[in-house]
């Protein structure tokens, strides 16, 4: 049994099917196959379910995956300590980051690392959050930015900022004139929500304390078309700091006010397996993410 074997089996898992694992290991779809089922062979189980149209994993099969996954990591961790004497900023880092933060909060992150790590390379990939956790666990991104709390002890989890929420309503509506907005005036103007499944939509219930609101109606798939519908006098809504536009912009359809409720925000942290061949990486890199705010941002100190 070799390291490339156990590669093979976690990409066929991965791929559901021959041809996408076999391209993704950059071998042959028979070499695969044969490989595959050598180890099968030497183990004495089988380990997929090939009677289907997408292969799958049986009982046994998923137990000697997810084993495989940890031994596959534990020796990607032993090259890495191997290199903890070169730079440890000179190396690629799978990102995964949530849509409600991405596009807003991306391009300062971006600018502010090439200047500080000219040598890192980020692959990006935006996700929600159970998908990046998912990811996390097992191996497919190196480290991700969300929303907290995360509570999961494999974890490794650094508060960088946090985020202030501003009441987002229709440029005509009456409270647009105020020069703060009540969370229980919001509450009662139609609010409207990300579907279920954002945590952001969780995060605003929680930080305004509005978990039991029952009243939606219409809720939305992003950001943006969350303030197209405020904008087409549909509703009012919650918007983090990062994702508004500028409140001074008077031809803007929306109103973006303070709230009137201190503390009002999510915090966002960078999160990484604490077993990661690439825990100093992620350590390092959190230092100038935490000491350099984005504008409309609070320190989580």
Same mark, same amino acid.
């Given at each position: 049994?070799?390291?490339?074997?156990?590669?093979?089996?976690?990409?066929?898992?991965?791929? !559901?099917?021959?041809?996408?694992?076999?391209?993704?290991?950059?071998?042959?779809?028979?070499?695969?196959?044969?490989?595959?089922?050598?180890?099968?062979?030497?183990?004495?189980?089988?380990?997929?379910?090939?009677?289907?149209?997408?292969?799958?994993?049986?009982?046994?099969?998923?137990?000697?995956?997810?084993?495989?996954?940890?031994?596959?990591?534990?020796?990607?961790?032993?090259?890495?300590?191997?290199?903890?004497?070169?730079?440890?900023?000179?190396?690629?880092?799978?990102?995964?980051?949530?849509?409600?933060?991405?596009?807003?909060?991306?391009?300062?992150?971006?600018?502010?690392?090439?200047?500080?790590?000219?040598?890192?390379?980020?692959?990006?990939?935006?996700?929600?959050?159970?998908?990046?956790?998912?990811?996390?666990?097992?191996?497919?991104?190196?480290?991700?930015?969300?929303?907290?709390?995360?509570?999961?002890?494999?974890?490794?989890?650094?508060?960088?900022?946090?985020?202030?929420?501003?009441?987002?309503?229709?440029?005509?509506?009456?409270?647009?004139?105020?020069?703060?907005?009540?969370?229980?005036?919001?509450?009662?103007?139609?609010?409207?929500?990300?579907?279920? !499944?954002?945590?952001?939509?969780?995060?605003?219930?929680?930080?305004?304390?509005?978990?039991?609101?029952?009243?939606?109606?219409?809720?939305?798939?992003?950001?943006?078309?969350?303030?197209?519908?405020?904008?087409?006098?549909?509703?009012?809504?919650?918007?983090?700091?990062?994702?508004?536009?500028?409140?001074?912009?008077?031809?803007?359809?929306?109103?973006?006010?303070?709230?009137?409720?201190? !503390?009002?925000?999510?915090?966002?942290?960078?999160?990484?397996?604490?077993?990661?061949?690439?825990?100093?990486?992620?350590?390092?890199?959190?230092?100038?993410?935490?000491?350099?705010?984005?504008?409309?941002?609070?320190?989580?100190?």
């Amino acid at each position: 049994m070799t390291l490339q074997e156990l590669r093979y089996i976690v990409a066929l898992a991965d791929a !559901g099917h021959f041809g996408k694992a076999s391209e993704a290991c950059h071998i042959s779809q028979s070499t695969l196959s044969t490989q595959i089922r050598k180890l099968e062979d030497f183990l004495g189980a089988t380990l997929f379910d090939r009677s289907l149209k997408q292969v799958t994993l049986t009982p046994v099969g998923r137990e000697i995956v997810a084993s495989a996954r940890l031994i596959l990591e534990e020796a990607n961790r032993i090259r890495e300590l191997a290199r903890q004497t070169a730079d440890p900023m000179e190396r690629t880092v799978q990102l995964g980051v949530i849509p409600t933060l991405g596009p807003y909060y991306l391009p300062h992150v971006l600018t502010l690392l090439h200047a500080k790590y000219p040598k890192l390379r980020l692959l990006l990939r935006e996700e929600m959050t159970p998908h990046v956790l998912e990811h996390l666990a097992d191996g497919k991104l190196d480290a991700g930015l969300l929303a907290l709390p995360v509570n999961d002890p494999s974890l490794e989890v650094v508060p960088l900022f946090k985020e202030p929420f501003l009441a987002a309503v229709p440029a005509n509506h009456k409270l647009a004139a105020a020069k703060t907005v009540r969370i229980n005036d919001l509450a009662s103007a139609g609010l409207l929500l990300l579907e279920e !499944g954002h945590c952001l939509r969780d995060n605003a219930l929680e930080a305004c304390h509005l978990d039991g609101l029952q009243n939606e109606e219409i809720s939305a798939t992003s950001l943006e078309t969350l303030r197209q519908m405020v904008g087409m006098g549909l509703g009012v809504t919650l918007m983090p700091a990062l994702a508004c536009c500028d409140p001074s912009n008077q031809a803007s359809p929306v109103a973006l006010r303070p709230l009137a409720a201190p !503390g009002a925000a999510r915090t966002i942290g960078l999160v990484w397996r604490k077993r990661s061949p690439l825990a100093a990486t992620m350590a390092q890199l959190a230092q100038p993410l935490k000491s350099t705010l984005p504008p409309q941002t609070l320190d989580v100190a």
